[in-house]
């Protein structure tokens, strides 16, 4: 052994033992912090320690506050000064080793894998903290993940929370988001794949987004995700386990890095964790990828090997090869030991359409799927509860033409709501005060209302689609239930950009905002509800008095063929059959009056080159 390096490691030991021993003991003010060599999800900016209990030095220094220490005690010296150490401290550690196999008791239902409690209380040591200035680092249990994740109650709202953040990088230039299935390689198990080719996360943006609350996103007005907890909310709704790859194009004279974080449920529950810890790696770019360590190399050693111990990918070439995915820049998320059911079936489905991803249970319905075959522009409203395809191509007001979304292989059609509306209205709604005067001149949302074009086959088919930012909040959102048909078939699409959205983006927060908007769109639906039932009394009336004007104007016409020339009784039949095609054409077609006009000069046509 080096004895130089050996008095090196023993001064830097001594100092972290003081720096410990005063934040511990509350001694010795003015101690610096302790340099965190464990990544936890409040942390933004240090590698991980992987297992919790091998990686940091400062871990495994346990000094009490201000006394002594019972046995025998080492004595080194550092910079001069003689320091008392702990017995064993100069000794070699051994090396942690990580568990591969979870825990039998792992329950793979989403709903029950909230009840991990950790360690009993009286076998764990009180773990050390780091601290800023004299304030204790909060921990973050693993239970929080989970309970986090419970404000997601429908599993394709978190899928959509991915997309939002790859339509989002738009601004850094994606062209687009793929949605596919994947297969673990060790345990031949289906993953969720969702990537995209925006700008990437360079190493401290990587943290950021598997810190909790942090959102840069919220300084920027356009952007759709505001709150900072989207990702880790979607991603452990959906499994019990994310990899993330992410290569950042270095731009302002940055080299260029890639990273890989992994924040696994699996890991910290089988390995009884009772902080969260999220081991990441980076990679710089020089003359090809090198390591870049945040600490020491043995801390990002220990990382890898947690990573290819509780990853789908068993070594640092098979991690690295998903980077050949990305090509120049991007971001590659893998969500693997995917939620079941109460049955052990996978809730996301991969095989009713195999380029689609669909739900099992109750947000699907098979009268529903066979209704929307028959009628297609009432297909969204039928379907987007089960079918990620249906629910992605209404989920944005406004997709960018050179974005794609593509889902298993096949792109995703974008559409608006607007083009299955027959007999549109457009109303502008402004929040007013209770003086009535405006409340802000920008609080405004342009409402398109109409009827379905299916609705007369008296498909039960209505409520408003409300979008904030672009982004659909509420679909098909019923606010006026009528105790007969009222307001059957009356669909609406509006963007309410001045009501705050909830932070699973599937309802607005309970405001009076809120509560004026839901009034007034009750009182727009029965406005031209009520307008269009006159309307459509009016044209029924009309509509039958023309087609008698016809039917008459027909028959009288063939009588007066049939007394001044003998016609046949074949003749007769087809006259009879060319009238009931007029009244079947009459009865199709929503503009009855031209359709009417134009067959009468068509009679006048035939009479005419008839001889009579």
Not at 2 to 11: G, H, L, W
Not at 317 to 337: C, M, P, S
């Amino acid at each position: 052994m080096n004895p130089r390096a050996v008095k090196t490691e023993t001064a830097a030991a001594a100092e972290r033992l003081r720096s410990t021993a005063s934040v511990a003991g509350g001694g010795g003010g003015g101690a610096r912090p302790v340099e965190e060599d464990l990544i936890e999800l409040s942390s933004s900016d240090s590698d991980s320690d992987g297992e919790g209990g091998g990686g940091g030095s400062w871990k495994r220094l346990r000094v009490a506050g201000g006394g002594g220490s019972a046995g025998k005690r080492a004595r080194v010296s550092a910079a001069g000064e003689s320091v008392d150490v702990p017995p064993g401290f100069l000794d070699p550690l051994p090396q942690a080793v990580a568990s591969a196999a979870p825990a039998k008791s792992v329950t793979k239902q989403f709903w029950k894998a909230g009840d991990y409690d950790g360690k009993p209380f009286g076998d764990v040591a009180p773990a050390p903290h780091s601290s800023v200035s004299g304030f204790d680092h909060v921990r973050v249990h693993p239970k929080f993940l989970h309970s986090n994740a419970t404000s997601h109650k429908w599993a394709l709202g978190a899928l959509a929370e991915l997309l939002d953040n790859s339509l989002d990088e738009v601004a850094n230039g994606a062209t687009y988001v793929n949605i596919d299935m994947l297969e673990n390689n060790k345990d031949k198990t289906r993953m969720l794949l969702v990537e995209d080719d925006g700008g990437g996360m360079d190493p401290d943006k990587m943290r950021q987004c598997m810190s909790l609350g942090y959102s840069a996103k919220s300084k920027v007005a356009s952007t759709i995700g505001q709150y900072g907890n989207g990702f880790k909310t979607s991603t452990m709704r959906l499994g019990a386990d994310v990899l993330v790859f992410s290569r950042s194009g270095g731009q302002g004279g940055k080299r260029l890095t890639q990273s890989i974080g992994m924040l696994s449920y699996t890991f910290l529950r089988s390995t009884n964790k009772e902080d969260t810890v999220v081991p990441m790696i980076d990679y710089e770019h020089e003359q090809g990828w090198i390591r870049k360590p945040r600490s020491t190399f043995a801390d990002w050693n220990t990382s890898l090997q947690t990573i290819t111990t509780w990853s789908p990918y068993s070594t640092e070439a098979e991690l690295l090869e998903q980077f050949n995915f990305i090509k120049e820049h991007g971001t590659r998320v893998v969500i693997y030991n995917l939620w079941e059911d109460d049955e052990g079936h996978l809730e996301l489905d991969f095989d009713t359409d195999v380029h689609d991803i669909q739900l099992r249970g109750g947000n699907r319905d098979e009268k529903n799927i066979q209704m929307a075959k028959q009628f297609p522009n009432s297909k969204h409203f039928l379907t987007y509860r089960h079918s990620l395809r249906s629910y992605a191509s209404i989920l944005y007001l406004r997709v960018p033409s050179y974005f794609q979304m593509i889902l298993r292989g096949k792109e995703i059609e974008h559409h608006n709501i607007v083009n299955d509306m027959m007999l549109k209205k457009e109303v502008t709604y402004k929040p007013v005060a209770p003086n009535g005067v405006p409340k802000d001149p920008n609080m405004v949302a342009d409402v398109t209302i109409g009827f379905v074009k299916d609705a007369k086959h008296h498909v039960d088919v209505q409520g408003f689609n409300v979008y904030h930012q672009n982004r659909l909040i509420k679909p098909f959102w019923r606010v006026w239930t009528a105790a007969g048909s009222g307001g059957r078939g009356v669909i609406g699409v509006l963007e309410a950009n001045f009501i705050e959205p909830a932070h699973d983006k599937q309802d607005f927060e309970r405001t009076t905002l809120l509560a004026r908007l839901e009034a007034r769109l009750v009182q727009m639906q029965k406005d031209y509800w009520s307008v269009s039932l006159s309307f459509s009394f009016f044209t029924f009336v009309a509509t039958w008095y023309n087609i008698s004007f016809v039917v008459g104007y027909r028959l009288s016409y063939l009588a007066l063929v049939s007394i001044s020339v003998p016609i046949s009784g074949q003749e007769m039949l087809i006259e009879l059959d060319m009238l009931g095609h007029v009244l079947a054409k009459v009865m199709k077609q929503e503009d009855a009056s031209s359709t009417i006009q134009d067959l009468l000069e068509q009679l006048n046509a035939a009479r005419k080159g008839r001889k009579v």
